[in-house]
């Protein structure tokens, strides 16, 4: 996959979020992520090895989490996955943005940001 094929690359990015939330941590950094990349999570050590091993813990303590991809948007290298995270039953979840940056069709570069969606939101469009 080149980082010019953006269907593929915005394919890469969703799969690896899903097998991600799916518990698949390993797999997904294994088969989407350049290790030497970098993330930009404030609230981990830098470096992909790190992010994978918090992934994996959060993962033991929400194993049911739900992803549901709402858009994806690619240009160059980069691509951005707009989703609904829900950690538990009766959560109303987060928004959330995942931005990838692609080098030789592997994530070199992540993103994240997220917001909570308030159950009684006075937005009847909602955050979807």
């Excluded at 987060?94 to 070199?108: E, N, T, W, Y």
């Excluded at 969606?117 to 006075?122: A, E, K, N, T």
Aim: hydrophobic letters at 40%; one cysteine or more.
């Amino acid at each position: 996959m080149t980082d010019h094929n953006i269907p593929a690359l915005k394919q890469a990015a969703v799969e690896f979020l899903q097998l991600v939330v799916a518990g698949r941590i390993d797999e997904a950094y294994r088969t989407y992520v350049e290790m030497g990349g970098r993330h930009h999570n404030p609230y981990f050590p830098a470096g992909f090895p790190e992010l994978q091993k918090a992934m994996a813990e959060d993962h033991v303590q929400s194993p049911n989490k739900q992803l549901t991809v709402k858009n994806v948007i690619g240009e160059g290298g980069l691509v951005a996955v707009h989703s609904h995270l829900v950690r538990s039953a009766g959560d109303p979840g987060f928004a959330v943005v995942h931005l990838f940056r692609f080098s030789g069709g592997r994530i070199a570069e992540m993103w994240d940001c997220g917001m909570a969606v308030p159950p009684d939101s006075p937005n009847a469009d909602g955050a979807f």
